[in-house]
């Protein structure tokens, strides 16, 4: 079975706590702080593969988590950080929250990207000497890494060349015949329902060609079947239009198909296209002539086109060098494209991060404080330890938030909660 929409939930590595410790030294009763800082929480990066085919596995792998950081040790010791997780996807793959964020869109074969940052990890005791404070008997706690319960990983399919037409013009018969894809193929139109791919090999390359359930005019409103897959053909690199040559008006169908692929995304219109007239076998060159010379009038000047018999075979190699050829220049340009792009690679992280604050009355005896600074501070903070709450309350007191909540009416006793950190007496 082909799975191509799946729901995971991802959660990158915490961050670890940093430590409180001091030194041991002989005939010293205790020597200077040397809690070492916490290592930072892996990255959970997802990466485009042409190794990978379908998204299959990820039915039995729903969860994904990337290791968490260590805690600091003593001596100053750093804890290991968590080792990233990189999640090999196939080419093609959109990553998306479940209110329909793309968070990466895996287009080409290696491009990578962070999805979810680890957690910082915390710092040490021995980080918070100053003259003030020459034995703090607190540390930081690590940050949560970034989580999301629910992403949804869809896989559109990336087929190289990408086979349109009427129904009934005879491309899932091709596909048969060049491929080892067996669809199915029948006198009448609608015979494919879902799109079929297929191997080809063309001299030294492989392309993936997709059999598109056949275009009727209005398709790109969502007449006939040809809408849902029309996604199929929306990242081909290039498009096979297949015409059957009984077909009474070749150029008027040729141009209701095109109006079709334009109304659905206009730029698909400028992908290379190949025209293959079928059903030839029986046909003398006179009147193959004709119909082609129908079509040079409709047509982008340039584009080739081919007179074939699926069935019979004839004139299908020809075709398909051309085909390989196109394919091969659009994949050169998208490398090329890929390696600029990959200086500028989106990396997702907590961005955005404001200094203000705002601070209200909860309930009667209590207050909270929001702001993205602080919070993150106050998460990072070890609520249990009497020393990381000083300090807490310190930076609040520097940042006029104490002054703030007296201007409110706190009293003694009262709790303040900062974002869902706390509670912490006032
Ligand atoms: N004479 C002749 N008939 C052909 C040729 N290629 C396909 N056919 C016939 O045309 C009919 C339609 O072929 P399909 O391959 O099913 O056409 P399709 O374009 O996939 O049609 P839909 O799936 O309905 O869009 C079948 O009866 C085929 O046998 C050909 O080269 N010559
Ligand atoms: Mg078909």
Avoid: C
């Avoid at 005879?170 to 297929?198: M, Q, W």
């Avoid at 334009?262 to 009147?287: C, Q, S, T």
């Amino acid at each position: 079975m082909f799975v191509d929409k799946v729901k995971i939930s991802l959660k990158a590595g915490d961050g670890g706590d940093g430590r409180v410790s001091f030194r041991q030294e002989k005939f010293i009763d205790r020597g200077g702080p040397d809690g070492g800082d916490g290592g930072k929480g892996g990255d959970v990066l997802f990466m485009g593969s042409r190794n990978q085919n379908t998204l299959a596995a990820f039915r039995y792998q729903k969860e994904v988590k990337a290791e968490d950081g260590r805690p600091g040790g003593k001596t100053r010791k750093h804890g290991r950080s968590g080792k990233d997780l990189i999640v090999a996807v196939p080419v093609g793959t959109v990553v998306t929250t479940e209110d329909g964020k793309i968070l990466a869109d895996l287009a080409a074969d290696e491009q990578t990207v962070v999805i979810a940052a680890g957690g910082r990890g915390g710092f040490g005791n021995a980080h918070f000497v100053s003259s003030r404070r020459q034995a703090p008997k607190f540390a930081e706690k690590g940050e949560d890494g970034e989580a999301y319960e629910s992403l949804v990983l869809e896989l559109k399919m990336i087929a190289d060349v990408a086979l349109v037409g009427m129904p009934n013009a005879g491309k899932s018969t091709l596909l048969s015949v060049i491929s080892n894809a067996r669809p199915e193929i029948a006198d009448y139109p609608f015979t494919t329902l879902t799109p079929n791919l297929g191997m080809v090999d063309v001299a030294d390359t492989s392309l993936l060609f997709a059999d598109v359930p056949g275009l009727i005019e209005g398709a790109s409103n969502g007449k006939g079947l040809g809408h849902e897959f029309l996604r199929h053909v929306e990242r081909t690199a290039v498009i096979v239009h297949m015409i059957d040559a009984y077909q009474d008006d070749v150029a008027t169908t040729y141009k209701a198909i095109r109006q079709e692929l334009h109304d659905y995304r206009a730029e698909i219109i400028d992908r290379p296209e190949i025209i293959a007239i079928n059903k030839v076998e029986g046909l003398d060159e006179d009147m193959i002539a004709d119909i082609k010379a129908q079509l040079q009038k409709v047509v982008n000047k340039g584009t080739p086109i081919f007179a074939i018999s699926a069935q019979a075979r004839q004139g299908l190699d020809k075709m398909l060098y051309d085909v390989a050829d196109a394919v091969k220049r659009i994949r050169q340009e998208a490398a090329e494209m890929a390696e600029t792009e990959s200086d500028s690679l989106p990396v997702l992280t907590i961005t955005n991060v404001e200094s203000g604050y705002t601070v209200s009355r909860q309930d009667d005896n209590s207050f909270i404080v929001s702001g993205t600074k602080l919070e993150s501070f106050a998460g990072r903070t070890d609520f249990e330890n009497e020393e990381g709450m000083q300090r807490l309350r310190d930076i609040l007191a520097r940042w006029g938030v104490m002054h703030e909540l007296r201007r409110q009416g706190i009293e003694p006793g009262d709790t303040i909660f900062v974002g869902r950190h706390g509670p912490m007496v006032y």
